[in-house]
């Protein structure tokens, strides 16, 4: 079993579509995260969220909103895509107790053309 | 702002031998530091941590050393095994409660040659 399943692997797209990519942990975690690995291979994070809490990397456009309809999933929509959103999409997972320790889904490699 | 470093982008190592692979970091905030590793196609996964109080911590093959004067960790894999073969890596936060402040190198990519 998959512990953080994230779907779909591979997306490809064109400019201005709106998509969502879907992730889902089975750990039993109360933090779920969104990371994004750019051309240049830094991972920063760009939410995480909580049944609490959703924080927000103030440097996340706007197009790019997180939906948790509970606190196994968090869904990650980008509306208007642009090409600089082309890179890899972590999502993550931890108890809040023991946040530094993440776990990662396989990533998904989004490609806007 | 890259908070923190991983300066070699490769390292390949013979089956047997030591692997070192360094992290700087600038922040001084920084009190906890973990090591992370990926396959392709794969999310990271945790390897080993360490934190601020200590400047050792081991795990099987896995030795983690902080040099906090200098700014400075390194992950000691011995002996180095071809599954070994991965992207490693870095990370740093303020405290272990929260992944919120969490930075990342971009990773070291080590090649363990049979």
């Known amino acids: 079993d998959t512990a953080v399943s994230q779907t779909p692997k591979y997306l490809v797209t064109q400019m201005g579509n709106d998509k969502s990519i879907k992730c889902e942990q089975n750990?039993?975690?109360?933090?779920m995260y969104w990371y994004k690995q750019d051309s240049k291979k830094f991972l920063k994070i760009m939410f995480s969220?909580?049944?609490?809490?959703?924080?927000i990397n103030e440097t996340v456009p706007n197009r790019f909103s997180p939906k948790s309809p509970d606190k196994a999933h968090l869904n990650l929509h980008i509306n208007s895509l642009e090409l600089g959103d082309s890179a890899v999409y972590f999502c993550?997972?931890?108890?809040?107790?023991?946040?530094?320790?993440?776990?990662f889904g396989s990533g998904t490699q989004l490609s806007v053309l | 702002d890259q908070q923190v470093k991983q300066n070699s982008p490769s390292l390949s190592v013979q089956e047997g031998r030591i692997s070192i692979l360094n992290c700087d970091y600038t922040?001084?905030?920084?009190?906890?530091f973990l090591w992370y590793k990926k396959y392709p196609a794969e999310g990271p996964t945790f390897l080993i941590s360490?934190?601020?109080?200590?400047d050792k911590n081991e795990d099987g093959r896995f030795t983690v050393f902080l040099n906090k004067s200098a700014k400075h960790l390194s992950l000691h894999i011995v002996p180095s095994q071809p599954g070994d073969s991965a992207v490693y890596f870095c990370?740093?936060?303020?405290?272990?409660?929260?992944?919120?402040?969490?930075?990342f190198g971009t990773g070291t990519r080590l090649t363990v040659i049979p």
């Open positions: 993550a997972s931890s108890h809040s107790a023991g946040g530094s320790k993440l776990f």
């Open positions: 750990l039993g975690h109360d933090t």
């Open positions: 969220y909580n049944n609490k809490e959703l924080i």
């Open positions: 922040n001084s905030m920084f009190d906890y």
């Open positions: 360490i934190s601020s109080i200590k």
């Open positions: 990370a740093a936060a303020r405290d272990q409660t929260g992944a919120n402040n969490l930075f």
